[in-house]
């Protein structure tokens, strides 16, 4: 009888500091933010960065197309991720070719990348890419 009580009472101790071992990881735990750990939104100069690729162009310093493309996949793929969602467009993150669709349409779809190759007409479906992707941000970030 004796032997089943210390056993009863050693189990019990263990499990309560299995519990305050958990407790203990379960508070370092809560301040990890996963998406900042996965997707790192930052600076660099006067670019802003998502994982370390620039988005943007400056005179002075000239970044490449491929580079922009696959930070504004990266921002879609932040957004689709956080599940923002919105109501005048679908997210179609697919890294440097990512897209958006307006969502009353699923046949058309914006290319949210383009080149430096020289066209007589403007990059239509680039820039009503770039219109959708700031509409979405505005509609996010006013709320």
């Not at 508070?27 to 100069?45: K, P, Q, T, Y």
């Not at 699923?106 to 680039?126: A, E, Q, V």
Request: aromatic residues 12%; contains cysteine.
């Amino acid at each position: 009888m004796m032997d089943m009580r210390c056993y009863e009472e050693q189990e019990q101790r263990m499990a309560c500091h299995a519990m305050l071992r958990w407790v203990s990881k379960r508070g370092e735990i809560s301040r990890v933010n996963v998406l900042n750990d996965c997707f790192n939104i930052w600076h660099a100069g006067p670019f802003a960065t998502a994982n370390g690729l620039r988005v943007g162009r400056h005179p002075l310093h000239q970044v490449q197309w491929s580079e922009i493309n696959a930070a504004l996949g990266d921002i879609l793929l932040i957004m689709k991720t956080a599940r923002f969602n919105f109501s005048r467009y679908i997210l179609l993150p697919m890294g440097n070719h990512s897209k958006l669709s307006p969502a009353d349409d699923n046949r058309t779809h914006y290319c949210l990348y383009t080149d430096d190759s020289f066209s007589i007409l403007p990059k239509r479906h680039f820039n009503q890419a770039m219109s959708a992707f700031f509409a979405c941000a505005k509609v996010r970030w006013t709320r």
